[in-house]
């Protein structure tokens, strides 16, 4: 759909975006010019009573999280945001809109936006966009003198959830940084947080196939969004304006299907508009990165956003109907530890303990020598050091093939979402010891997950550690029971 812009920058003016089918055009007419007092922001006369009736239909158009459930049997589900790093479950547990995973569904009122009328201002207009709730906005600095504003209306046909660090109510999924080990920043670290307090907004097409895209930056509680004098923003082509966030919102889709065993796309950085660029030369560059005009904001299954300072992963419903279930990893831990798995030296019997047992090594858990993938039971013994400090104080020689390196406890995925398939768990992730199918364990050893400024580095999805190793991961090496 196009969208036509009547638009001046020379004067103040208050601009209508219509919709029609193609890009945004410029077409700059005189006639559009109007006096100084007609740029206050509030609804053009033509469009008075659509814009009374939507806000006697909702009072709010950001509507609380507890509005994804419908009254509909079964509502439509557009698709889960999974937090990496965490196995399922916060370190503290899942408590309201600050949890490990996220399942979107269809609203039962559409909440969506969509840009509507340009407003070119003075900085004292500036003010009234702030305290006028009642109408979404995003409002660019450019100078003290010179703003412009973007007045967004409703869109009955979109339905729109935000993500960020605050836990203010207009905030659907509370996202906090991520540290490796999955121990996520306590509510006294936030304030040190690099993740943006309004980071991003989905937004999802109400009707099939249900289409979701993905914006830079959330409306506050003033329902704008505010790119101040230092922000990277820019006129586009067509004289529209856009921008990008401090830290920016990265976003990397897989190259083939996710379930198929994807090689990893490239990272690419999203604009507050939705357009797609580039990376800056640092996370918060004031230059921005070239338009890549043949890549598109919709996510698909599989599609990595990273917040900087935490990533989430994308699942389709058709995604995760590919994925195992907390019970089918159940039954899978309960058929690997029926065969009876032992420890080749002191050949007691070995068992992964309980999904919902975390973080406390049982006696009967097994430990793997993460260099060669030998599986034994825990012992105390083997510490090896190397002359001029080769070996660290924790690595150890294997007794089996003599290989010096980590021994490290096992640990099973279980976060279903972060599977490409309900493989048997053969791999273990190194140097961490999280065990899940081959597939997974070499899709995720090949994606590059952004760190600090530039760095990008292979993490294990389930806990957030850095890969190290040639390849990332090491296959499991049991030994069956003697008899």
């Avoid at 077409?27 to 006369?45: I, K, T, Y």
């Avoid at 509502?75 to 979107?104: F, H, M, T, W």
């Avoid at 007691?348 to 919902?356: C, Q």
């Avoid at 047992?357 to 030998?374: I, L, S």
Wanted: glycine share 10%.
């Amino acid at each position: 759909m196009t969208i036509h812009v009547i638009f001046d920058f020379s004067g103040c003016s208050g601009l209508l975006l219509a919709p029609s089918p193609c890009a945004m055009v410029l077409e700059g007419s005189s006639e559009a010019v109007c006096s100084p007092s007609s740029l206050e922001l509030r609804p053009s006369g033509h469009r008075t009573s659509s814009s009374s009736s939507s806000s006697s239909s909702s009072s709010s158009p950001l509507q609380n999280h507890d509005a994804f459930l419908t009254n509909e049997k079964e509502p439509a589900q557009y698709g889960e945001l999974i937090v990496l790093g965490y196995n399922g479950c916060l370190a503290n547990g899942d408590k309201g809109r600050r949890r490990s995973r996220l399942a979107l569904y269809k609203r039962s009122k559409a909440n969506g936006v969509k840009p509507d009328i340009i407003h070119n201002i003075s900085t004292p207009l500036v003010s009234k966009a702030f305290t006028n709730k009642s109408q979404h906005s995003i409002s660019y600095t450019l100078s003290r003198s010179h703003s412009v504003i973007v007045e967004y209306s409703q869109d009955s046909s979109t339905d729109m959830f935000q993500i960020g660090r605050s836990t203010e109510n207009m905030i659907d999924f509370v996202v906090t940084d991520t540290s490796p080990s999955g121990q996520g920043a306590g509510e006294g670290q936030s304030a040190q947080s690099t993740i943006s307090r309004y980071a991003c907004r989905v937004i999802c097409e109400r009707r099939p196939p249900y289409s979701t895209r993905i914006y830079a930056a959330g409306f506050d509680s003033s329902k704008n969004i505010f790119l101040g004098e230092r922000a990277a923003k820019w006129r586009t082509s067509d004289g529209l304006m856009d921008g990008l966030t401090t830290n920016g919102v990265l976003v990397m889709h897989p190259t083939g299907g996710f379930s198929e065993g994807p090689a990893p796309g490239v990272w690419r950085e999203i604009s507050v508009c939705g357009n797609v660029y580039a990376l800056r030369e640092t996370r918060s560059a004031q230059q921005r990165g070239k338009l890549v005009e043949n890549e598109s904001n919709t996510l698909q299954d599989g599609s990595l956003i990273d917040l900087c300072g935490a990533t989430l992963l994308w699942r389709t419903p058709e995604g995760l109907r590919r994925t195992p279930t907390l019970k089918q990893l159940e039954s899978l831990r309960q058929e690997t530890n029926a065969a009876r798995p032992q420890c080749p030296v002191g050949f007691n019997t070995l068992a992964f303990p309980s999904l919902a047992q975390r973080e406390v090594v049982d006696k009967k858990q097994p430990w793997v020598y993460v260099n060669c993938g030998h599986v034994h039971g825990y012992h105390n013994w083997g510490f090896r050091k190397e002359k001029g400090g080769g070996a660290g104080a924790d690595e150890r020689e294997c007794p089996m093939c003599r290989r010096v390196g980590p021994y490290v406890p096992l640990w099973l995925g279980c976060e279903g979402g972060l599977y490409l398939d309900a493989g048997h768990p053969t791999h273990a992730f190194c140097p961490c010891g999280h065990v899940c199918s081959e597939k997974t364990a070499r899709c995720w050893a090949q994606i590059p997950l952004p760190h600090g400024t530039h760095a990008f580095h292979a993490a294990c999805p389930f806990c957030g550690t850095w890969l190290t190793g040639e390849q990332g991961y090491i296959k499991l090496i049991f030994q069956g029971p003697v008899d």
